[in-house]
């Protein structure tokens, strides 16, 4: 089975969303959905940062 387009993938986004929803709340929806995908994308071809090197990074304790 083929991926849904970007296209595909908009208009399921909007005929989910309710009638009162506004530029804003889209906008965001949209910065999630693709905020999301990054993360899943750089996941898949080991494009992460191990918790503890962050946690070192930052000087937060486990």
Do not use: C
């Amino acid at each position: 089975m083929q991926n849904p387009s970007v296209k595909e993938q908009a208009r399921q986004l909007l005929d989910d969303l309710p009638d009162s929803t506004t530029w804003e709340d889209l906008m965001y929806r949209i910065y999630v959905r693709q905020s999301i995908e990054k993360g899943l994308h750089d996941s898949d071809i080991g494009e992460t940062v191990d918790v503890e090197e962050v946690r070192k990074k930052f000087g937060l304790s486990a």
